[in-house]
């Protein structure tokens, strides 16, 4: 092995097994297999038997009195802000670099995103930029805890009551992660999360909505959950019993509850393996000029299965060398690496 980095003509370190031979995700036993062909041996693919197993399990786990179901991230999200009041003429506030689904859902119930700064360490929604931006038309704040680092969850909550808010955490990249010793998705009044094959908790294809309250919940079902018309009992919604009010349909697929389930049995042990991993490929970097991890202060919680090992780059460390220099030179050692995140969505 040469001394020299590749790009400055030294030899490569010769990997022994390729990046897939290294990690696949996600973890797919038997177990999971059996209970996938369960479902479809059993002919319930579109019933609710399996999910409300799933829900009850996942609600427990959350630490919260309710969790419902859903056919994707997406679907999860639309039912939390139509189940906070969200509607035509109404604001929600929210970060720009993020998912599209943070956002676009806002409009597709007829209201309007007002973008509010990220801040520059966590990526997260700076409570700092937030008050300024609320005005009578303000409805809502939407927290993303953005690549698994949690946001400033008890400053963001503290502007929300003081201007009567309601808050929805996008926790879709931090299932499970912990912030001031409460779990991600149970700060604000109702939590929802992607749960498709690239997360942390992945089922196949799904989303959650988690909340403790019993009319947020009711309205998420009766929005898109027509089959659980016999689980309404909050004044003006029981008449929706067998028909949507959204017209809409939100059902999770069966096999990916069955699924869910037997991950997350075992989602926490893979969680601490990871973190371990991880922890230890940016313990090698430590003193490195020029890269440090983007990671929340142990004192203050942790990145449950750290969705993205993501890092920042700080360019002035290295005499101005542009990331993509970086990148091209890691490359040449046959390390597959990235720059960026999610576009800005203004």
Known sequence: MSERPVILGGRPYGFDAQPE?????PVITKEDEDAAVDVLRRGVTSGTDVTKQFEA????WQGTDYALGYCNGTAALTGALWA???????????????????????????????????????????????????????????????????????????????????VIE??????????????????????????????SLAVGE??????????????????????RGGDLTVDGLTAYNGVPMGGVKHRMHQVSSAVGRVQLKYYDERCREIRAAVDYFWDCLQGVPGFRPHKIDPSLGDMAGW??????????????????????AVAREGVGASAGANLPLH
Request: negative net charge.
């Open 84 to 166: 906070c009041g969200v509607g035509v003429g109404d604001e929600v506030i929210g970060p720009s670099v993020t998912y599209w689904a943070s956002a676009l859902t806002v409009f597709g119930l007829g209201a309007t995103v007002v973008f509010a700064d990220i801040d520059p360490e966590t990526l997260c929604l700076d409570p700092k930029d937030i008050e300024h931006r609320i005005t009578a038309r303000t409805k809502a704040v939407m927290a993303v805890q953005y690549l698994g680092h949690p946001a400033e969850m008890d400053a963001i909550l503290a502007i929300a009551k003081k201007h009567d808010l309601k």
């Open 170 to 199: 996008d926790f879709s990249h931090a299932q499970g992660g912990l912030y001031k010793g409460k779990k991600n998705g149970s700060w604000g009044d109702v939590g929802a999360a992607s749960l498709m094959g690239s997360k």
């Open 57 to 60: 399990e996942f609600a427990a």
């Open 21 to 25: 031979e290294l990690f696949h995700w």
């Open 307 to 328: 969705y993205v090992p993501y890092g920042h780059y700080s360019p002035e460390e290295l005499g101005g060398l542009r990331a993509s220099a970086v990148l091209e």
């Open 206 to 227: 799904g989303g959650i909505l988690v909340t403790g309250d019993r009319t947020i919940y009711e309205r998420a079902v009766a929005f898109g959950h027509y089959e």
